[in-house]
């Protein structure tokens, strides 16, 4: 079992940065594969960007490619996504996710541990 708490998300004008902070409790952190998804009011969940277990590989949505950087810092069990350029349709709850089997792909139902979401707003 893994406990993940998002932080760091806030109201921020468009064009401005964000960064949101995942914290996982346990001690298998580097096993695990990780995920940022967010959900717009009315819409569903989707994929943002993932982290291999060593942080060496990285996917991103293509909404997400070349403003959002996803890290992580297995030494304080912590992943990140940077978000840069931001934009109003960025506006949605930012949910950290856990996959044991280490996968780091783009589907919900990969993941089986669940933060309790960051409200991120961008307003224009």
């Known amino acids: 079992q893994v406990q993940l708490v998002e932080s760091g998300g806030g109201l921020v004008q468009a064009g401005g940065s964000l960064r949101l902070s995942c914290a996982a409790s346990?001690?298998?952190?580097?096993?695990?594969?990780m995920g940022w998804f967010r959900q717009a009011p009315g819409k569903a969940r989707e994929f943002v960007a993932a982290?291999?277990?060593?942080?060496?590989?990285?996917n991103y949505a293509d909404s997400a490619k070349g403003r959002f950087t996803i890290s992580r810092d297995i030494a304080k069990n912590t992943v990140y996504l940077q978000m840069n350029s931001l934009k109003p349709e960025d506006t949605a709850v930012y949910y950290c996710a856990a996959d044991r089997s280490g996968n780091y792909g783009g589907a919900v139902s990969l993941y089986d541990y669940w933060g309790q979401g960051a409200q991120v707003t961008v307003s224009s």
């Open positions: 982290i291999s277990r060593s942080g060496g590989r990285t």
């Open positions: 346990g001690r298998t952190f580097s096993s695990y594969g």
